[in-house]
C-alpha cells in the first residue's frame, strides 16, 4: 500500500506541470544563469562553489515547503484527503507516501544540480553523509512548515502564502546571496531561519570541505520538531 500510494503521488507531481516547472527547472536555470552572470560577489568563494550548495538548498525548499504544501492544500480544498481518512489506506501511510514523495524528487533534483555543476566546473568536497543528513534535516523542517500551512490555511490562502516565502527565503535564506552581505543583526536572525541553516551547512561541507555542521543541524532540527508537531496538531483533514 505505502508503495502503491507513493508511486501515485510521484505520478501527480509529474504530471503537474507548474509544479515541476517549480522543482526542476526553475533551480537548474537559477545555477545557470547565477553562474554565466556576476550579478553579485560571492567573496572567497568561486561562483559556481558557492552556488551549488545555495541551489541545493532551494531544492529542498521548493520541494519539501511550496511544492507540498499548495498540491496538499488543494488536495485537503478538493475533498481528497478527506476520502482517502476513511478508506482503508491509514493515515500516517499517506504522509508517510508524501515524505518518500518529497526524497525521491529531491533525489532527482540533486542529480540535475549536481549535474550542472559539475559541467559547470564545481568540485565539491566533503563528508557526503554530511551532505545526506542536512538534506534530510532540511526536508523535516520545510515539510513540516509545509504541511501546517496547508493544514490550516485555505487553498488559495497557501498558493499566495508559499510562493511569497519562497521568493522571500530565495533572497534572504542565503541561498543566492551571501549572508554577509546583510547587517549583523540581520544576519543573525537569517541564519537561524531553515533556509539560512541549510544553505550555510551545504556550503561549509560541499565549499569548504567541514564536517558536519552540528549548528546548522540543531536549527533544521528545531524547526523539524516545531513544524511537524504543530502540523499534527492543528491539521485539518477537511
Known amino acids: 500500500m505505502l508503495l502503491a500510494q507513493t508511486l501515485f503521488e510521484v505520478r501527480l507531481l509529474l504530471r503537474n506541470g507548474e509544479q515541476l516547472l517549480l522543482t526542476a527547472a526553475i533551480p ?11 550579478v553579485f560577489d560571492t567573496g572567497d568563494y568561486e561562483r559556481v562553489d558557492f552556488l551549488v550548495p545555495g541551489i541545493l538548498a532551494l531544492c529542498v525548499m521548493s520541494t519539501a515547503f511550496t511544492s507540498l504544501a499548495i498540491s496538499t ?21 499517506l504522509l508517510l507516501a508524501k515524505a518518500l514523495t518529497v526524497l525521491v524528487i529531491e533525489a532527482f533534483q540533486v542529480v540535475l544540480v549536481g549535474g550542472l555543476g559539475l559541467a559547470l566546473g564545481w568540485r565539491p568536497s566533503g563528508s557526503p553523509l554530511a551532505v545526506a543528513v542536512l538534506l534530510v ?26 510562493n511569497l516565502v519562497y521568493l522571500l527565503l530565495l533572497v534572504l535564506g542565503g541561498v543566492v546571496i551571501p549572508l554577509s ?18 544553505a550555510d551547512g551545504l556550503r561549509s561541507v560541499l565549499a569548504d570541505g567541514a564536517g558536519l555542521p552540528w549548528g546548522s543541524v ?5 524547526w523539524a520538531l516545531a513544524g511537524l508537531t504543530a502540523a499534527a496538531r492543528w491539521f485539518r483533514w477537511e
Do not use: D, H, N, Q
Not at 28 to 38: F, N, Q, R
Not at 73 to 84: D, I
Open 73 to 93: 492544500g488543494y488536495e485537503r480544498r478538493y475533498g481528497a484527503l478527506k476520502r482517502l481518512a476513511v478508506s482503508p489506506l491509514p493515515r500516517w501511510t
Open 28 to 38: 537548474v536555470v537559477l545555477l545557470w544563469l547565477l553562474t554565466a552572470a556576476p
Open 137 to 162: 534535516a532540511g526536508t523535516l523542517a520545510f515539510a513540516g512548515l509545509g504541511l501546517l500551512m496547508a493544514g490550516t490555511l485555505r487553498a488559495e490562502a497557501t498558493l499566495a502564502a508559499a
Open 181 to 198: 552581505g546583510f547587517p549583523s543583526g540581520l544576519r543573525t536572525v537569517l541564519e537561524l531561519t531553515p533556509a539560512g541553516a541549510l
Open 218 to 222: 540543531a536549527v533544521l532540527a528545531a
